[in-house]
T-cell receptor, first 111, second 117 residues
Framework: GNSVTQMEGPVTLSEEAFLTINCTYT??????LFWYVQYPGEGLQLLLK?????DKGSNKGFEATYRKETTSFHLEKGSVQVSDSAVYFC??????????FGAGTILRVKS | GAGVSQSPSNKVTEKGKDVELRCDPI?????LYWYRQSLGQGLEFLIY????????KSGLPSDRFSAERTGGSVSTLTIQRTQQEDSAVYLC???????????????FGPGTRLTVL
C-alpha cells in the first residue's frame, strides 16, 4: 500500500537557519504530493503541493520538488522564522482518494 | 461558508455513550473525508464520501463507527458505545474532484476534540 516516511523530530533551529525536512514515499501510480502545516492550537493547513514529477510547489518561502526517481518530496526553506514553529506533515494522495500522512515533524525555531 | 466547519469543537463524554460529530464542507465540494488524529497513531483516514455514497470505508476502526452524508453536503460521524481509545481529534476535509488532475486538494476543518472519560 501507499506510505509516507518523514524525518523524525523535533527539529530545533535558530532563526534565519536553513531548513530541510526529508520526506520519501511509496505509492503505485503517480500520486499527488503535499505538505500540510499545523500551527500550535490550529487546524491543518495546506502549505504546498505538486501533482507530477519535477513539479516544484512553493509557498511562504517554503519549497519542495516532486522527485520521482528518488520518490522524495523534501521540504526546504532558506531562512526560518520563529513564526514557522509548527508541525509539518508530508502526505500523498492517489487521485481522488484518501490522504496518507507521514508521522509529522515538529519544528522549533529559536530567536 | 468560506471553509470547512465542524461541530462541536470539543466533546467530553462518558465511556459507553454514543456521540455524533458534524461536518459542513465547503459549498460545492463533492468529496468529503473523515480523519482521526491521535497521539499514538498520527493522522489516520477513516472514510471517504463522493456525493452521498462512501466508496472507501476502509479506515473505520470497528463497527461502532459509522458515517453518513445527506444532500451531498453535511456529514455526520457517529461513534457508538464510546471507548477511551476513541479519544482523539476528528478532522473533516472536503475537496472538489475534477477530471483534471491537480484539483484534488483537501481542505480541512478545525476538528472536533473528543475526550472519552
Amino acid at each position: 500500500g501507499n506510505s509516507v516516511t518523514q524525518m523524525e523530530g523535533p527539529v530545533t533551529l535558530s532563526e534565519e537557519a536553513f531548513l530541510t525536512i526529508n520526506c520519501t514515499y511509496t505509492a503505485t501510480g503517480y500520486p499527488s504530493l503535499f505538505w500540510y502545516v499545523q500551527y500550535p492550537g490550529e487546524g491543518l493547513q495546506l502549505l504546498l503541493k505538486a501533482t507530477k514529477a519535477d513539479d516544484k510547489g512553493s509557498n511562504k518561502g517554503f519549497e519542495a520538488t516532486y522527485r520521482k526517481e528518488t520518490t522524495s518530496f523534501h521540504l526546504e526553506k532558506g531562512s526560518v522564522q520563529v513564526s514557522d514553529s509548527a508541525v509539518y506533515f508530508c502526505a500523498l494522495s492517489s487521485y481522488g482518494n484518501k490522504l496518507v500522512f507521514g508521522a509529522g515533524t515538529i519544528l522549533r525555531v529559536k530567536s | 461558508g468560506a471553509g470547512v466547519s465542524q461541530s462541536p469543537s470539543n466533546k467530553v463524554t462518558e465511556k459507553g455513550k454514543d456521540v455524533e460529530l458534524r461536518c459542513d464542507p465547503i459549498s460545492g465540494h463533492t468529496a468529503l473525508y473523515w480523519y482521526r488524529q491521535s497521539l499514538g497513531q498520527g493522522l489516520e483516514f477513516l472514510i471517504y464520501f463522493q456525493g452521498n455514497s462512501a466508496p472507501d470505508k476502509s479506515g473505520l476502526p470497528s463497527d461502532r463507527f459509522s458515517a453518513e452524508r445527506t444532500g451531498g453536503s453535511v456529514s455526520t460521524l457517529t461513534i457508538q458505545r464510546t471507548q477511551q481509545e476513541d479519544s482523539a481529534v476528528y478532522l473533516c476535509a472536503s475537496s472538489s474532484l475534477s477530471p483534471v488532475k491537480g484539483t484534488d486538494t483537501q481542505y480541512f476543518g478545525p476538528g472536533t476534540r473528543l475526550t472519552v472519560l
